[in-house]
């Protein structure tokens, strides 16, 4: 009995320790599942993303930056080629009497006073030369650029630089720069600066993140743009209420080119579509940039295809060009990552800091980083502050386009064809070496300028985003009169003395190695496209014109002393013993 209870006393401490065994095994085993699912987890984490999240832009910099640049050197590149026939030392406008007027408006010293009424680099650099000193600024300018547009990196100091050597020529650059899309690269080329670190040179600088105010100044820079244009337009002119505008508007635009010769033939219900759909991009989907990420890329998107139907159809300078740059900011980098290489550069940058910040490493912001951010969001106080009378002024019944609020263009109101003008109007100039403009014999030849229509056989140029300033300034002059327009005379004495500042200006001299014409004037036509598969158009005609009659009558240069002496222009040399 002894034994057997000795056994029995055994067996059952032997199963108290086999439970004790098996609960030990089974706390291990749901302790090991448990640090094996953190291990998996961390790993998880740690593992690197395979493709872009949204959220971020750091590659939406990197496009804004590059197509901020490229405008800049389009724009620096036609100050580089026209600014001296225009404002320099011999120019039409020159900016040295300009800079004089001013200095003698503000007290006669170059001070404060000076530099608020015309912000410029001008004042301080040396007048004795002052076509030097524009070019020097239009290389510099194009040399800064062109880095940013290759290299795909900027810094502060940089893109500060180029906005303030082309605030420099627009200041200057009076009637030859008064267009709407000097303020809106201006204002445009003011918000790039944020886009960058201060002093570093890098794609992905990772201690200067894209700042999220910043990228909205830029999606509130595009609705601004589309709703002032819609709304001037509504209010403008009433074609765009009755949908005819684009009936005339191929044919009617500044510089037409050879797309706008056919879509003006486009049958009558296609352009009242075209007018429908501007309305609805223009003052409908602007209101998509607030409805969350998706609905912003929509509206990106339309609003670049709607630029380059622009861009296709007219030669409407960069404007069409410099429009995209702040749709550019309604995508991120998941959606922009198509446009970079795979597995190198910043794509892969990108991704391994989208990695870091999956697993929760992201570094400390430093001291700099801190400062940064609150010069971003004193960045959205100051645009929302300049925005208010820009607001106010889209509200306004009485709405204006392209104005500046601010001496320094920060925040500015667009608008683009308010009015359609439904007849071209040309002013052609014609010389001759007959001594007698009365004489029915006298044989008048024609300039012909780079772009704008002249000879009927010439086909409309294919030019945009390049710009000729004056060709663009007599398409405005073709429906003034030479009183509103002096500066047309100004061509004319400059054409009498066959001067080379103003005929480079020009494609076609008729006087080239010959005498210079005796006696020049300017003749009023009326434009209008020939119709395609017409006998005109199998004789080459790509125009069909009347003439309206005199914009000027015939002028020589002693007639022209008196005129240029009242105004102060120096007045071209007059040829002795010319028989």
């Given at each position: 009995m002894a034994a057997s209870g000795e056994r029995a006393e055994s067996s059952v401490r032997k199963r108290r320790v086999g439970s004790r065994r098996t609960e030990t095994e089974t706390d291990s085993a749901v302790s090991g599942g448990v640090e094996g699912k953190h291990s998996s987890s961390d790993a998880e984490k740690e593992k690197p993303l395979l493709s872009l999240q949204p959220g971020t832009f750091w590659l939406t910099r990197i496009v804004l930056l590059r197509s901020v640049a490229f405008i800049y050197f389009v724009a620096f590149s036609v100050a580089y080629n026209q600014n001296k026939q225009l404002i320099g030392e011999h120019g039409l406008m020159p900016c040295k009497s300009y800079l004089r007027s001013v200095k003698r408006y503000v007290g006669g010293k170059i001070g404060m006073a000076a530099m608020a009424y015309t912000p410029s680099v001008?004042?301080?650099?040396?007048?004795?030369?002052m076509d030097a000193?524009?070019?020097?600024?239009?290389?510099?300018?194009?040399?800064l650029s062109g880095f940013v547009l290759v290299m795909g990196m900027a810094n502060m100091v940089i893109m500060l630089t180029l906005w303030v050597l082309y605030h420099s020529l627009v200041n200057v650059g009076q009637l030859w720069y008064s267009f709407g899309w000097e303020s809106q690269l201006l204002e445009t080329g003011f918000l790039a600066?944020?886009?960058?670190?201060?002093?570093?040179?890098?794609?992905?600088?990772?201690?200067?993140?894209?700042s999220l105010i910043c990228i909205w100044?830029?999606?509130?820079?595009?609705?601004?743009?589309?709703?002032?244009?819609?709304l001037i337009k509504i209010r403008g002119d009433k074609c765009w209420r009755d949908l005819t505008c684009m009936d005339y508007h191929y044919e009617t635009q500044p510089v037409p080119n050879p797309m706008s010769y056919y879509m003006h033939r486009s049958p009558w219900w296609f352009h009242r579509f075209e007018t429908l759909s501007n309305h609805f991009v223009e003052l409908i989907v602007p209101f998509f940039t607030f409805l969350g990420r998706r609905m912003c890329m929509v509206n990106g998107a339309i609003q670049i295809l709607f630029q380059v139907v622009l861009i296709v159809s007219g030669n409407l300078s960069f404007l069409n060009w410099l429009t995209i740059v702040p749709s550019l900011a309604c995508f991120d980098d998941a959606s922009l990552g198509f446009l970079f290489r795979s597995g190198a550069g910043a794509?892969?940058?990108?991704?391994?800091?989208?990695?870091?910040d999956v697993a929760g490493r992201t570094p400390a912001p430093t001291k700099g980083m801190l400062i940064r951010r609150v010069v971003n969001i004193s960045l959205g106080i100051l645009i929302g502050y300049l925005s208010i009378p820009v607001l106010m002024n889209l509200l306004s019944s009485r709405q204006v386009m392209n104005t500046s609020f601010d001496p320094l263009r920060i925040v500015n109101t667009y608008g683009a064809f308010g009015s359609i003008t439904k007849e071209r109007t040309?002013?052609?100039?014609?010389?001759?070496?007959?001594?007698?403009?009365?004489?029915?014999?006298?044989?008048?030849?024609?300039?012909?300028?780079?772009?704008?229509?002249?000879?009927?056989?010439?086909?409309?140029?294919?030019?945009s985003p390049y710009h000729y300033r004056l060709d663009w300034l007599m398409w405005f002059a073709a429906f003034q009169t030479y009183e509103q327009s002096e500066w047309v005379i100004h061509i004319a004495g400059r054409l009498l003395s066959n001067d080379s500042t103003v005929l480079s200006l020009l494609?076609?001299?008729?006087?080239?190695?010959?005498?210079?014409?005796?006696?020049v004037r300017g003749e009023h036509f009326r434009y209008r496209f020939s119709q395609p598969g017409s006998a005109s158009a199998a004789q080459g005609k790509w125009w069909l014109r009347k003439r309206i009659g005199a914009y000027f009558p015939p002028v020589n240069l002693e007639g022209l002393r008196g005129y240029f002496q009242s105004r102060n222009w120096p007045h071209p040399h007059i040829q002795q013993n010319r028989k």
């Amino acid at each position: 009995m002894a034994a057997s209870g000795e056994r029995a006393e055994s067996s059952v401490r032997k199963r108290r320790v086999g439970s004790r065994r098996t609960e030990t095994e089974t706390d291990s085993a749901v302790s090991g599942g448990v640090e094996g699912k953190h291990s998996s987890s961390d790993a998880e984490k740690e593992k690197p993303l395979l493709s872009l999240q949204p959220g971020t832009f750091w590659l939406t910099r990197i496009v804004l930056l590059r197509s901020v640049a490229f405008i800049y050197f389009v724009a620096f590149s036609v100050a580089y080629n026209q600014n001296k026939q225009l404002i320099g030392e011999h120019g039409l406008m020159p900016c040295k009497s300009y800079l004089r007027s001013v200095k003698r408006y503000v007290g006669g010293k170059i001070g404060m006073a000076a530099m608020a009424y015309t912000p410029s680099v001008l004042w301080f650099l040396d007048w004795s030369d002052m076509d030097a000193n524009l070019d020097g600024i239009a290389l510099l300018g194009m040399a800064l650029s062109g880095f940013v547009l290759v290299m795909g990196m900027a810094n502060m100091v940089i893109m500060l630089t180029l906005w303030v050597l082309y605030h420099s020529l627009v200041n200057v650059g009076q009637l030859w720069y008064s267009f709407g899309w000097e303020s809106q690269l201006l204002e445009t080329g003011f918000l790039a600066i944020f886009l960058c670190p201060v002093w570093t040179l890098s794609q992905v600088p990772r201690r200067c993140p894209p700042s999220l105010i910043c990228i909205w100044t830029f999606r509130w820079l595009i609705v601004r743009i589309m709703l002032g244009a819609g709304l001037i337009k509504i209010r403008g002119d009433k074609c765009w209420r009755d949908l005819t505008c684009m009936d005339y508007h191929y044919e009617t635009q500044p510089v037409p080119n050879p797309m706008s010769y056919y879509m003006h033939r486009s049958p009558w219900w296609f352009h009242r579509f075209e007018t429908l759909s501007n309305h609805f991009v223009e003052l409908i989907v602007p209101f998509f940039t607030f409805l969350g990420r998706r609905m912003c890329m929509v509206n990106g998107a339309i609003q670049i295809l709607f630029q380059v139907v622009l861009i296709v159809s007219g030669n409407l300078s960069f404007l069409n060009w410099l429009t995209i740059v702040p749709s550019l900011a309604c995508f991120d980098d998941a959606s922009l990552g198509f446009l970079f290489r795979s597995g190198a550069g910043a794509k892969k940058a990108v991704l391994e800091i989208q990695s870091e910040d999956v697993a929760g490493r992201t570094p400390a912001p430093t001291k700099g980083m801190l400062i940064r951010r609150v010069v971003n969001i004193s960045l959205g106080i100051l645009i929302g502050y300049l925005s208010i009378p820009v607001l106010m002024n889209l509200l306004s019944s009485r709405q204006v386009m392209n104005t500046s609020f601010d001496p320094l263009r920060i925040v500015n109101t667009y608008g683009a064809f308010g009015s359609i003008t439904k007849e071209r109007t040309e002013v052609i100039f014609q010389g001759t070496l007959s001594p007698d403009p009365k004489d029915p014999e006298a044989l008048w030849e024609e300039y012909q300028f780079m772009c704008k229509p002249g000879d009927v056989y010439r086909r409309p140029c294919l030019l945009s985003p390049y710009h000729y300033r004056l060709d663009w300034l007599m398409w405005f002059a073709a429906f003034q009169t030479y009183e509103q327009s002096e500066w047309v005379i100004h061509i004319a004495g400059r054409l009498l003395s066959n001067d080379s500042t103003v005929l480079s200006l020009l494609d076609h001299n008729p006087f080239q190695g010959r005498d210079p014409p005796r006696w020049v004037r300017g003749e009023h036509f009326r434009y209008r496209f020939s119709q395609p598969g017409s006998a005109s158009a199998a004789q080459g005609k790509w125009w069909l014109r009347k003439r309206i009659g005199a914009y000027f009558p015939p002028v020589n240069l002693e007639g022209l002393r008196g005129y240029f002496q009242s105004r102060n222009w120096p007045h071209p040399h007059i040829q002795q013993n010319r028989k």
